[in-house]
């Protein structure tokens, strides 16, 4: 082999070897590209699935919100009566002394 020849092998051996580089970076980037996506995907599910789990404790938190709410108002609608009831005993006793001290 002369030295042309040499020269041309040592050239395409190193053009294998950029294509073989190459090649290796492009499946690096694909690799790279695909674990991007598995955690991007990873992060929205769970980032979807607590904003789906607060939601619920939302939910279960205002229905027992308006519960206790609702207990309470009937407690004070019973608490009322209860004054009511006192207040008009207080009125007619009051308006049968002022009858007793009027005769």
Known sequence: MNETHMAEILDLQ???LAIQHAATEVVMDD????SEKRIVTAVTGAITNAVLELKSELRD????LKHDIAS???ELKGD???VRTELKTDIARLERKLDCHAH
Not at 31 to 34: D, L, T, V
Not at 61 to 64: G, P, W
């Open 61 to 64: 938190l205002r229905a027992e």
């Open 31 to 34: 690799k790279i590209r695909s």
């Open 72 to 74: 309470v108002r009937d």
């Open 14 to 16: 190193r053009q294998k």
């Open 80 to 82: 009322i009566a209860d």
